[in-house]
């Protein structure tokens, strides 16, 4: 039998139907037995788990969560972190994103920081290793989604990547020029390892309040690709040490 806690919560994001679509992925694994949490609070199940999963946005462990993360890592634990898990997010009284560096330790451990994305669009996604088992035989791809520019916080081993140059209107208009995004990346910390996936946005008809009471055009972004859900079985294959 396999142990995964799987975390998810957070903000602006249709947190119940991502939460949905990761259990009935992990139901297809029959040795799965999967605890369900909103935040790194329990101690016992973070420490008791094989994998963790988080699809959180702007959610951060306490001081007093983050030895266990850490030691969930040194041990051994394999933590599938999607999306926002490693974003802080901060509105400027000009209306502006803001991703202060207010949590070093944790977005160390994951190893990348969001900064911004350009607004939802269609987007290039290469295979950097073509020779690691999560993405063995995958072609490139295209997909509409949230491309998450991220700052570098530790050593990673990037396994599919994009491009990016342009300005992020959200997020003051800074201009950004890479040449190798990471889309999916593996940071090895301990003897336990981070793979970390940035596709995966989806927000519903109510998840800007109080920002905006409705969103007319509900979102499902790289959900809506047979190729998202073939990364995540792979992902949690991973996770479960194959």
């Known amino acids: 039998m396999k142990r995964v806690h799987l975390i998810a919560a957070g903000k602006y994001h249709d947190i119940d139907f991502a939460r949905l679509e990761l259990l009935k992925l992990l139901a297809e694994r029959p040795e799965v037995r999967t605890t369900v949490a909103a935040d790194y609070g329990d101690a016992a199940l973070v420490a008791g788990a094989d ?21 969930f890592l040194s041990r051994g634990g394999r933590w599938l972190a999607l999306h926002g898990t490693n974003s802080i997010l901060h509105f400027a009284g000009d209306g502006s994103v803001e991703t202060p560096d207010d949590a070093p330790e944790f977005m160390g451990m994951l190893g990348s920081q969001f900064i911004a994305h350009p607004p939802i669009g269609p987007f290039k996604v290469q295979v950097t290793r073509p020779d690691h088992p999560v993405t063995a035989g995958l072609r490139g791809f295209s997909v ?12 990673i081993d990037v396994l599919l990547h994009t491009a990016f140059s342009g300005t992020c209107p959200d997020f003051g208009n800074r201009h950004f020029s890479d040449e190798e995004v990471p889309v999916l990346y593996k940071r090895q910390m301990g003897n336990g390892a981070v793979l970390y996936c940035t596709l995966g946005h989806c927000r519903g008809h109510y998840d800007l309040t109080p920002i905006r009471a409705f969103n007319p055009h509900p979102d499902r972004c790289a959900w809506n690709y047979p190729v998202f859900y073939e990364i995540l079985r792979r992902g949690i294959v991973w996770g479960l040490g194959g």
Do not use: G, N, Q, S
């Not at 509409?144 to 050593?155: F, M």
């Open 51 to 71: 994998l963790m999963i988080t699809y959180t946005c702007d959610l951060l462990p306490t001081e007093a969560e983050l030895p266990v993360l850490r030691d």
């Open 144 to 155: 509409v989604d949230e491309l998450y520019l991220v700052r570098r916080t530790a050593k």
